[in-house]
Each structure stands twice: as C-alpha cells, then as structure tokens.
C-alpha cells in the first residue's frame, strides 16, 4: 500500500493487466480549456495509488499514462466522470472510457438524498472517513506537500469498492441498464460541454 509519484508519465510498466482503473484529476480550476490539468491519480485496485504530475508549460507527451487511459478493453471508474474525460480529452487527447462513474449510479439509488459528494459515499456506503481539506489547493506549484498527495491518492482509493456496492443496489432498483446507458454517452457529454453545450441542456423544451 504505497504512493507512487511521477512527472509527465507513468513508467512503462506499471498498471497493466485487465483490472479496472480507478481514476481522478487535478487541474487548475473547473474551466478546462483555461485551467490546465495538473495531476491524474490512478489506481487498480490493489492497494497502489500512483500519481503523474504535469509541469506549467508540459506537451502532455505521456505515451505510457495514454495507452493505460485509452485502452478500450480497460473500465475506468471515476465520481464525476464528466469532468475528468473532459480534461483528459483535451489535454492529453484520448478518450478514458469504457466508464463507470460513481456519482450517477449515486444518483440513481441514493434517491433519499442530495448528497451525492464522493465524502458522502465513501461514509454511507464503505464507513470509512475521506478529507476533502486539500480540494480546492494550487496543485500547480513546483512541489505537490504530503497533505495534496495524500488527498490525490484517497480521492482513488475508494472507486472500487464504492462501485461493487453500487452495482448492488443499482441490480436491486433495477437501474443498471439506465446506468450503463448514461455511462456510455458520458464521452459525448463531456465532449458537448468542451464545445459550448456545458450549462444549455439539450434535451430540455426550452
Ligand atoms: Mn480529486
């Protein structure tokens, strides 16, 4: 159980194999063409979080780190997945999918609750306690502090677990084929909001 950190790409042979990826980003803020993406945490499971870290001014040249996220035989489990395919998308130009993200299937089991942050979960569904301290830190400076790559690594290290007892009660409410669907047109959301649909809902009347 460590935490692996890297600049501008994972080495070449580490998270391989077939098990899904947990996966998160930091950027510089929420508006993505202007705030660039910092950091992307990933792990498989095991107990490993690793961290890849993008300088100011860095070419997003990471072949090993876009191969892992590209690969279309690889589930990647995120909370909040709109946002981190978007900011993978354009800055590191793959498409991290096929998806499963944990603040849907919240939403669409949770349903006695509008609390849907991934704190909320990891308390109700795994009994465990997250910090959300260093969410909203400078994760562009020259060194990331103890705290800022604790809070990365632990904002993966749930994904897996939350997505097992999600599938449960998603399989209960009978939902797992309205989560499957939302899931797969997640790249396309995320891609409208990158072209200028982020707050207009298209399939409203208005
Ligand atoms: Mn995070």
Redesign the pocket.
Known sequence: MAVYFHEEDLPADVLQGDAPLAV???TMGLITPRDRLCLV?ISDGSGDEHLVRFGPGSSYDAPNLKAVLGDPKRLKLYHYARFDLAAIEYYLGVTAAPVFCTKIASKLVRTYTDRHG?KNLVEELLGESLSKVQ?SSDWGGPNLSDAQRD??AS?VRFLHRLRDELLVRLEREGRLEMAQACYDFLPTRARLDMAGWAEHDIFSHA
Do not use: H, P, S
């Open positions: 998160d980003t930091e945490q991934l969410q809070y990365a904002d």
